[in-house]
C-alpha cells in the first residue's frame, strides 16, 4: 500500500524536516518509490539535502496542494512525503475538505499519514488536540517524541490530547537523538543521511565513530518506522 504523509506539527523547530529527511532515506534505503515535498519557503532544507526526491510546493494554493496528490494517478505505487512548515493546518484542513481528499484516497488504497512531530512542551502536545479535533477518524495519526528537541514527554503521555489521537489508533514513536556534534556537520555540508554513513574519503566526510553513531541512529528510526502503515 502506498502512503500519503503530511509531516506535521504546526510549531517551528520541532525537527519536522529531519523527520521528513529521515523518511526519505527509509524509503531509500527499503527500494520504496517516493517523492517529496517542501512547503516551507524560509529554508527548504528538505529539497536542499533530497535533491532530485523533493522539489518545493506553495500550500497556500489548491493549485499547489493538488500538485502533491496528482501523481498517484501516473504512479499509483509511489508514496508522498510532504514536509509541513509551521502553521499550516487551516489552508490544508480546508484544501482536504473541499476535495474530499480522505474518501478519494480511500477509493485508491492509499494511506494518509499524518505526522505530528513534538518537542516536549505544552504548545506542542495542545497542538496535536488541535489536529486530531480538525480530521476526527479520517487519517492515521503518527505521533514523534523528538528526543532531538526534549528529553522529557511526560505532559504528552498525561494529556488528554494523546488519549484523543490513541482513541483514534495513533501510533506514537520516538525518535532517538542524533549526537549535536554529528548533526550540526551533516545539516552545514548538506549532507544526505546516506552520504553521512557511507563518505569516507571525502573533504565532508564524518570520522569513523560519528558514521556508526548515524549508522546506529537511523537503524533504531527505522526499526520504529517498520511498525508504521508507510
Known amino acids: 500500500m502506498p502512503s500519503l504523509n ?10 519536522k ?22 512547503t516551507d519557503r524560509s529554508h527548504s532544507s528538505f529539497t536542499r539535502f533530497y535533491e532530485g526526491f523533493a522539489s518545493p510546493v506553495v500550500v ?5 496542494l493538488d500538485t502533491v496528490v496528482n501523481g ?3 504512479h499509483p505505487q509511489q508514496s508522498v512525503i510532504v514536509d509541513l512548515a509551521a502553521q499550516t493546518l487551516a489552508p490544508l484542513a480546508r484544501w482536504i475538505k ?11 488504497g492509499v494511506a494518509v499519514n499524518f505526522w505530528h512531530v513534538l518537542d516536549d512542551g505544552k504548545d506542542s502536545t495542545d497542538l496535536l488536540g488541535t489536529l486530531v479535533d480538525t480530521f476526527g477518524n479520517r487519517p492515521n495519526y503518527i505521533v514523534v517524541q523528538n528526543y532531538g528537541r526534549g528529553n522529557d514527554f ?6 488528554q490530547s494523546l488519549s484523543k489521537a490513541t482513541a483514534h489508533g495513533a501510533r506514537v514513536i520516538a525518535l532517538p537523538r542524533l549526537h549535536d556534534a554529528s548533526m550540526r ?14 563518505d569516507r574519503e571525502g573533504p565532508n566526510a564524518l570520522g569513523l ?3 556508526q553513531r548515524v549508522k546506529s541512529w537511523l537503524q533504531t528510526s527505522y526499526a520504529a518506522f517498520d511498525t508504521l502503515p508507510l
Open 154 to 159: 511526560a505532559l504528552l503521555l498525561g494529556s
Open 60 to 64: 497556500d494554493s489548491y493549485e499547489g
Open 209 to 211: 565513530l560519528e558514521r
Open 72 to 74: 498517484f494517478e501516473t
Open 6 to 15: 503530511f509531516i506535521g506539527g504546526e510549531k517551528g523547530g520541532v525537527g
Open 185 to 198: 556537520k551533516i545539516d552545514a555540508r548538506n549532507t544526505s543521511f546516506w552520504k553521512a554513513v557511507n
Open 98 to 108: 473541499d476535495s474530499e481528499l480522505f474518501d478519494v484516497f480511500a477509493g485508491l
Open 17 to 38: 524536516s529531519v523527520t521528513a529527511r529521515l523518511l526519505a532515506q527509509y524509503f531509500i534505503d527499503r527500494s520504496k518509490p517516493f517523492v517529496g515535498f517542501d
